[in-house]
């Protein structure tokens, strides 16, 4: 699997890595998925933001470890999930990953965790697989126009360089460490929460050859996020909707959201930004573990 030579730099105490190689009945541009695996009791899948890596759970995962059997995954292309040259990187073939994931480990009464974009592919996965979904928890749902855009003038900048015809491939291949981390500050309230042993871990991340062309795919298909919402509706299983109150969604977004989930629960975070399982992961683990 291209980019094996590479091994994560962070260690997740009680966690161990696993791959899912492609059925034998493939149905094109699958590759190899990584993903880290923790704990023991009902199965809880984590699913990761824009840009990032199951790593992004480091804090969560031993806080919930001993009531849940924990999966997280490397969505498709990122982390160390195989690249796979032509590949698809809009919202279903990257929810087709995470059903590879819940089928072929035929994982039943899941709890469906996902920050971001993975909030958008929990919800979608539990639509497709209703059978082996128990509950939702969505974190921040990246399902609004602007998304990242709207961090900073610096990410807005950056993203605009990157989906840029002609430069655009250039671009997505330089990524200073200044530059990662005050993008990645920009989805914080509490910006010391970002450890730079995480910026570095997603800069060797983002040395995999053919990984700028993954990056660039992703926001390219951003808009397929956005256009998801439609399924939402077709979600069986109980859904919690969980914002930081500094999140890059407006007022209007979420409540959008409300009005089209009347029955899921919701929790604003004080304080918080987008990624809320980096700077409050013991908001999350109890709304988690107080689950019955």
């Given at each position: 699997m291209?980019?094996?030579?590479?091994?994560?730099?962070?260690?997740?105490?009680?966690a161990t890595s696993h791959t899912l190689a492609p059925?034998?009945?493939?149905?094109?541009?699958?590759g190899t998925l990584r993903y880290l695996k923790a704990g023991m009791g009902a199965p809880l899948?984590?699913?990761?933001?824009?840009?990032?890596?199951?790593?992004?759970?480091?804090?969560?995962?031993?806080?919930i470890s001993d009531r849940y059997?924990?999966?997280?995954?490397?969505?498709?292309?990122?982390?160390?999930?195989?690249?796979?040259?032509?590949?698809?990187?809009?919202?279903?073939?990257?929810?087709?990953?995470?059903?590879?994931?819940?089928?072929?480990?035929?994982?039943?009464?899941?709890?469906?965790?996902?920050?971001?974009?993975?909030?958008?592919l929990a919800?979608?996965?539990?639509?497709?697989?209703?059978?082996?979904?128990?509950?939702?928890?969505?974190?921040?749902?990246?399902?609004?126009?602007?998304g990242i855009a709207r961090s900073s003038l610096l990410a807005r900048l950056v993203v605009g360089a990157v989906l840029a015809p002609g430069v655009g491939p250039?671009?997505?291949?330089?990524?200073?460490?200044?530059?990662?981390?005050?993008?990645?500050?920009?989805?914080?309230?509490?910006k010391s929460a970002l450890r730079p042993d995480y910026v570095n871990e997603l800069l060797?991340?983002?040395?995999?050859?053919?990984?700028?062309?993954?990056?660039?795919?992703?926001?390219?298909?951003l808009p397929s996020l956005i256009a998801a919402r439609s399924r939402y509706g077709a979600v069986r299983a109980p859904i919690h909707l969980v914002y930081g109150e500094h999140d890059w969604s407006r007022r209007s977004d979420r409540e959008a959201n409300r009005t089209l989930l009347p029955e899921a629960e919701f929790t604003q975070v004080p304080g918080?930004?987008?990624?809320?399982?980096?700077?409050?992961p013991d908001v999350l683990a109890d709304l988690l573990n107080a689950t019955t």
């Amino acid at each position: 699997m291209p980019g094996q030579e590479l091994q994560p730099t962070i260690h997740i105490p009680s966690a161990t890595s696993h791959t899912l190689a492609p059925g034998q009945v493939s149905r094109g541009g699958e590759g190899t998925l990584r993903y880290l695996k923790a704990g023991m009791g009902a199965p809880l899948v984590l699913l990761h933001t824009v840009r990032t890596q199951a790593e992004h759970f480091r804090s969560l995962i031993p806080l919930i470890s001993d009531r849940y059997t924990v999966y997280a995954l490397d969505l498709p292309g990122m982390g160390y999930s195989e690249i796979v040259p032509g590949a698809s990187y809009d919202e279903s073939a990257m929810r087709a990953g995470v059903e590879r994931l819940l089928t072929e480990l035929d994982l039943s009464d899941v709890t469906l965790v996902g920050e971001s974009m993975g909030a958008v592919l929990a919800l979608t996965t539990a639509a497709d697989l209703p059978e082996r979904v128990r509950r939702v928890v969505a974190v921040n749902a990246y399902d609004f126009p602007g998304g990242i855009a709207r961090s900073s003038l610096l990410a807005r900048l950056v993203v605009g360089a990157v989906l840029a015809p002609g430069v655009g491939p250039v671009v997505a291949q330089q990524e200073p460490k200044p530059v990662l981390r005050r993008i990645l500050q920009g989805g914080l309230g509490d910006k010391s929460a970002l450890r730079p042993d995480y910026v570095n871990e997603l800069l060797q991340v983002g040395t995999r050859p053919g990984y700028s062309i993954v990056a660039r795919a992703v926001y390219q298909n951003l808009p397929s996020l956005i256009a998801a919402r439609s399924r939402y509706g077709a979600v069986r299983a109980p859904i919690h909707l969980v914002y930081g109150e500094h999140d890059w969604s407006r007022r209007s977004d979420r409540e959008a959201n409300r009005t089209l989930l009347p029955e899921a629960e919701f929790t604003q975070v004080p304080g918080a930004g987008h990624f809320i399982a980096v700077e409050r992961p013991d908001v999350l683990a109890d709304l988690l573990n107080a689950t019955t």
